[in-house]
């Protein structure tokens, strides 16, 4: 199966009717791109799995010759963290934005692969030729430094790709959302619109970034004893919107997580971490007075290994928490996590510590990084595809965006699963079942993958 010169297909292997785990493919002329290489994670009620999940590339590996490049649009785990494990399988060139860049040069050192994968680094607005494909990458606003929405340009058509996205007027790091960028493209009429899920259910507009700051000052205001916030590594935006509640309550700020700390280094390496943002040595914790001090920690999905857990055992090596503590989830709960979080909550409320959930706080203090309903007209009344093909996200989810679609005026859409086969040119709006898709399980210790159904 290969696309000749009149062809536009899309062909996801992963993240298409699930959320995370992204792998996407584009062919046209014989030719392959990729956009994205992600992992998920096994539900806790899966201990029999391996922890680390990702699609099974076999399709693309058995077609390494016809891969044109890789483009990462950001550099979240389910867009990037698979690459490490699988390039060996295909070996394609790499093209992605400067922040993305230096946390995958990170990544391969742990995975003796520095030096080994080329990676071109772009900036938003840039177009390179890849192959058969013009791509330009768009500034967009999501939860992480520099997100990166796709103009994918052939001969016979065109895709705009939005990777994961909201329309946030003040993310807190990068630049806000720029209407006129995707109003632009509605010029050339893109053929179709592969477009994010995950809120699709969630009427309104997502919460700017910026809006965090009251709610997580007056938490950190009322606690009397120690403050540790949990949020993901990844959010730096989050990072530095704590360090700014911290400031104004008077309190000095250690990180307790490797993750945590790999990613401020990158902020740091790459421009986006002021330098008046400073921490304190995790090994000094004991030495501040309790209401002086706050922890930002790993560990808000409940991972076992990660430094809330720890903490809630008492068995982390630089903190010990007492009762009228103070513990902030700045997160939501990923599908799937349910369990694990609701036990960790149950073990620091058994010691008397004061636990506070997005859901409970009254006040803004998460913000989602994907567009609820508002958002996704908003933006195909925009863009103006003549076919919407939504992904990212279960059946539910992608079933509500493809519905937003047709409201907002996209007279076809497309909803289908991973391994499908989508028919952007010449026929637009045809889908058939082409892949039989899987995933891989990893034991990360000896690197040696698992086929799973």
Same mark, same amino acid.
């Given at each position: ?48 799995q ?13 077609r ?19 690459l490490p ?10 093209y ?8 995958l ?32 990458w ?7 430094p520099?997100p990166?929405a796709?103009?994918?340009r052939?001969?016979v ?38 477009c ?30 120690r403050?540790v ?8 935006a ?11 309550t008077?309190?000095?700020?250690a ?9 401020v ?7 986006y ?12 914790l ?8 706050m ?6 999905q409940?991972?076992?290994? +990660? &430094?809330?857990?720890? /903490? *809630?055992?008492d068995?982390?090596?630089?903190l010990? #928490? ?6 902030? $989830? ?18 620091l409320?058994a ?20 567009p609820a309903a ?12 003549e076919?919407a ?9 992608? +079933? &509500?965006n493809?519905? /937003? *679609?047709r ?5 076809r859409? #497309? ?6 086969? $989508?028919?952007i ?5 045809i ?7 899987g ?15």
């Amino acid at each position: 199966m290969s696309p000749d010169h009149t062809d536009l297909w899309f062909l996801p292997l992963g993240g298409c009717g699930e959320i995370g785990m992204n792998l996407n493919l584009y062919g046209h002329d014989d030719q392959w791109l990729m956009v994205d290489c992600g992992v998920t994670f096994a539900d806790p009620d899966q201990a029999h799995q391996p922890h680390v999940q990702m699609p099974d590339p076999a399709f693309i590996a058995e077609r390494a010759d016809h891969l044109a490049g890789i483009v990462i649009t950001h550099a979240h785990e389910d867009h990037l963290g698979a690459l490490p494990y699988l390039w060996r399988r295909f070996k394609g060139r790499v093209y992605t934005t400067a922040f993305t860049a230096e946390v995958l040069r990170r990544k391969l050192v742990e995975f003796n692969l520095a030096g080994q994968i080329s990676i071109d680094v772009v900036k938003p607005g840039d177009r390179r030729q890849i192959g058969p494909f013009n791509v330009e990458w768009l500034n967009i606003t999501h939860s992480i430094p520099e997100p990166q929405a796709l103009m994918i340009r052939t001969p016979v058509g065109s895709v705009f790709h939005t990777a994961d996205w909201k329309l946030d007027p003040a993310p807190v790091i990068g630049p806000p959302i720029a209407p006129k960028i995707f109003q632009a493209l509605a010029d050339e009429s893109p053929s179709a619109m592969v477009c994010d899920s995950t809120n699709a259910l969630v009427d309104g507009h997502s919460v700017s970034e910026s809006e965090l700051i009251p709610g997580l000052r007056k938490i950190i205001e009322n606690s009397r004893g120690r403050v540790v916030v949990s949020c993901f590594a990844s959010n730096v935006a989050r990072l530095v919107t704590l360090m700014q509640a911290a400031d104004q309550t008077g309190r000095r700020v250690a990180l307790l997580g490797r993750s945590l700390k790999n990613m401020v280094s990158a902020a740091k390496a790459t421009g986006y971490w002021d330098s008046k943002h400073r921490f304190i040595d995790p090994f000094d914790l004991g030495f501040f007075p309790r209401e002086h001090f706050m922890a930002i920690a790993t560990g808000s999905q409940g991972e076992p290994r +990660a &430094a809330l857990s720890r /903490l *809630a055992k008492d068995t982390h090596p630089d903190l010990t #928490l007492e009762a009228g503590d103070t513990v902030v $989830f700045s997160a939501r709960i990923i599908p799937g996590n349910e369990l694990l979080v609701d036990a960790l909550i149950r073990a620091l409320k058994a010691r008397d510590i004061f636990v506070i959930t997005a859901e409970e706080a009254g006040l803004p203090i998460h913000a989602s990084g994907h567009p609820a309903a508002d958002e996704l007209t908003q933006m195909y009344q925009w863009v103006k595809p003549e076919l919407a093909i939504p992904v990212h996200g279960e059946p539910d989810h992608m +079933a &509500a965006n493809a519905k /937003l *679609a047709r409201g907002a005026g996209v007279t076809r859409q #497309l909803t289908g699963q991973n391994g499908d086969l $989508f028919y952007i040119k010449p026929v637009v709006g045809i889908r058939r079942k082409a892949v039989t898709t899987g995933r891989l399980g990893w034991d990360r210790d000896a690197l040696i993958p698992v086929a799973r159904s």
